[in-house]
């Protein structure tokens, strides 16, 4: 008799066996693990539900999100005016990061939260440098990654 494991192989077994789902004990394990994660997802989902729409819990995220925002007014206030005059075409949102020069999505740093618009435009990796202070790195990547391309900059 022959079967065929869920991934894809084909592969016979003797008849008086009980039929297999599976080639190997490894594909058995792969799905069982998958099976099991999906079950762990499920119930986790389920309970997360459950809590989203707990009164209580709602009141513990907007009194957290009063809290984070007491403490941070400034970095809010810039983002929020940043974000305005975006949209509003003050400011244009260029294509291109400041420190490596690639393109894709580009993210606003304020380096003064007291100066909103004014904001180098960094790339997720190199915003994230920013801010664990990598400073001199990041300008010899700008300076490498120009010369790369053929550009000249002063050093």
Known sequence: ?????RCGVSFTFTTGHQPRLYCSKQCMWKASQERNRIRRN?????YWRNKKDDE??????RLRRMRYYQANKNKEFAR???LRAVKSGKIKKPSVCEVCLCMGAIQGHHTDYTKPLL????????HE???HDYGA?????QIRRA???GIDIKE
């Open 137 to 141: 790195s990041a300008r010899e990547e």
């Open 119 to 126: 904001v180098r435009w960094l790339c997720r990796v190199c």
């Open 80 to 82: 929020g005016a940043l």
């Open 129 to 131: 440098k920013s801010h």
């Open 147 to 149: 010369k790369d391309l």
């Open 42 to 46: 499920t119930q986790s989902l389920i």
């Open 1 to 5: 008799m022959e079967g065929k494991c």
């Open 56 to 61: 209580h819990y709602k009141e513990l995220r």
